[in-house]
């Protein structure tokens, strides 16, 4: 079996998302999800000029021996872009092998280890009464877990509360050309550690103790600033809390640790095993939070689970609307087969990229089920995709009072 053809598909109904689709000399297709929020074209120009001229004549089923030969054949490794669009290959692949064995997924990645996948939901307010009725509507859904943002007094636009994403800069009056600029967020570390534990306590108050609860510091802080938080909310039992400081500092996390018990997730920006050695060999963190999309496929992110198993670290799969239901799908049939799952998040989709993207897995109760259909079970409306073609947009950019540039 050789592979003839891989298209690069770019599409954006509601937001952008860009899909490989590999098709064999007999007919069977398989998609990977090589979507990288605000740098899309960057992986588009990757797949399309450097990477499908080495795919075509290839033999499909030799899934590891390819992505091998992708990272170590390109010399210049890791990297997000990089990665995102090995990972488009690897997910492709292992859906061609699964639909040859006329499996879904997750029975050849070992079959079910649990019968459901758990997920989180976002609830997000200005303030804390429109967070309340946020956490009361996701719970209304049926999820079973709460990631909480809210507004900070005195900022403007804060991240996970006013919908930064992919917003054409002209709605904030910064549109001087015909560019598209990012959204300026506001950002002061002092007034959201001051308001983090109010918040918490008024949903602990609300909803009681039982109710599992994730908050999301998107990697804003200081060690100093983040053995505080961690330390401070500790009375309220968080499921875990996010991001607390910039990915790059793996040693950051030290401080945390030595201060405070409250579980520690990390990674949705990682892209290797590398970026979580220091990570996982001094059981600095509790969950890993790496995506299927972003690091490198199903292959190397079911090597790293199996890696963090042996320090009892559990998995917390990225799962914001910029993964594509092609990757969501991947991401839960992994969830399905390995032992060592923590939760899942899960934000969903728009109505219309769920037409563009029809897949099996299903969302009941506030729990996920990669479905039976043989391969990842996703399957590509190329003409819906085609007509909603890519739209120029970035991710927000954030700013202390100052002026200075802070990390978003
Ligand atoms: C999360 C993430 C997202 C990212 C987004 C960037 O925890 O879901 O932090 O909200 O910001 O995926 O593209
Ligand atoms: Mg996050």
């Known amino acids: 079996m050789r592979i ?68 170590r054949g390109a010399y210049w490794r890791r ?22 064995a006329g499996l879904p997924l997750y029975q050849l990645l070992g079959g079910a280890s649990r019968d459901r996948v758990r997920t989180y939901g976002h609830a997000n307010g ?14 209304a859904e049926g999820y079973p877990a709460v990631r909480v943002q809210t507004g900070v007094p005195g900022l403007q636009r804060v991240y996970g509360v006013h919908d930064g994403t992919a917003i054409a800069a002209e709605a904030d009056g910064q549109r001087i050309d015909q560019r598209v600029l990012p959204v300026e967020e506001d950002w002061d570390t002092a007034g959201y550690l001051r308001h ?63 201060h405070s018990t409250t579980p520690l997730a990390i990674g949705e920006v990682f892209n290797t095993v590398h970026d979580y050695r220091t990570l996982i060999d001094e059981g600095l963190i509790d969950y890993v939070r790496s995506a299927v999309t972003h690091f490198g496929g199903v292959s190397p992110l079911r090597k790293l689970f199996d890696y963090a198993a042996q320090q009892q670290i559990r998995t917390g799969i990225h799962g914001p609307e910029d993964i594509s239901p092609v990757g969501m799908a ?9 032992h060592n799952f923590g939760i899942q998040e899960y934000s969903g989709h728009t109505p219309l990229t769920e037409r563009v993207f029809r897949h099996a897995y299903t969302f009941t109760d506030g729990y996920l089920h990669p479905g039976e259909q043989p391969g990842i079970g996703v399957e590509l409306d190329e003409e819906l995709a085609a007509a909603h073609p890519y739209v120029p947009a970035y991710l927000p950019v954030n700013r202390l009072l100052d002026g200075s540039v802070h990390d978003w």
């Open 4 to 71: 003839v053809s891989a298209d690069v598909v770019v599409t954006s109904p509601g937001r952008n998302f860009v899909t490989l689709k590999l098709t064999t000399d007999e007919g069977v297709t398989g998609l990977g999800d090589a979507t990288l929020n605000g740098r899309e074209l960057a992986v588009v120009s990757y797949l399309r000029d450097h990477v499908v001229p080495l795919l075509i004549g290839t033999d499909p089923q030799r899934i590891e021996h390819t992505w091998q030969a992708l990272y």
């Open 79 to 100: 990297g997000p872009v990089t990665m995102a669009a090995i990972a488009a290959v690897d997910v492709a692949l292992w859906d061609i092998k699964a639909k040859i």
């Open 126 to 139: 200005r303030d804390i009464p429109e967070l309340l009725d946020s956490v009361r509507a996701r719970l």
């Open 196 to 258: 983090v534990p109010e918040v918490l306590a008024a949903v602990r108050s609300e909803f009681g103790p039982e109710l599992p609860l994730l908050h999301d510091a998107h990697h804003r802080l200081s060690p100093q600033e983040a053995a505080r938080l961690a330390r401070t909310v500790e009375p309220f039992d968080l499921f875990w809390l996010e991001d607390l400081t910039p990915a790059e500092n793996q040693t950051a996390l030290r401080l945390v640790r030595q």
């Open 330 to 338: 991947a991401a839960i049939h992994l969830d399905l087969a390995i």
